[in-house]
């Protein structure tokens, strides 16, 4: 009986660890797209002086800002992976282990 509460302590431990480093990464993140996104759409709807500024030919600021927009998008996407690969699944995989009943073994 001792053993299995060990694993089960250790599952929720693996679990919690898990889920303090995705908001650890995540939330930032989010917050970056939000401000990006609403930033975005609300300078389209009270700033159109600003966004209707030339940078060259007919290409404006509102034509630029959307632009960077849609790398943001991918920039975070690609972080995300990244993150995803080298951090949340050997986490993810250690979770499913203790979960699983193999590290009552141990």
């Known amino acids: 009986m001792a053993a299995n509460s060990k694993s089960i302590e250790a599952a929720h431990a693996s679990i919690r660890a898990l889920v303090g480093e995705k908001l650890k990464y995540l939330v930032p993140m989010t917050i970056i797209f939000m401000v990006g996104y609403i ?3 609300v300078l389209a709807a009270f700033g159109k002086s600003i966004m209707a500024i ?3 030919g007919a290409f404006n600021v509102g034509y630029l800002l959307i632009a960077i927009n849609y790398l943001l998008s991918w920039i975070l996407a690609i972080v995300y992976v990244r993150i995803a690969n080298n951090v949340f699944d050997p ?3 250690k979770a499913a282990f203790d979960i699983t009943g193999a590290g009552a073994s141990r």
């Open 39 to 41: 930033g975005l759409t």
């Open 54 to 56: 030339k940078v060259t």
């Open 91 to 93: 986490l993810a995989a």
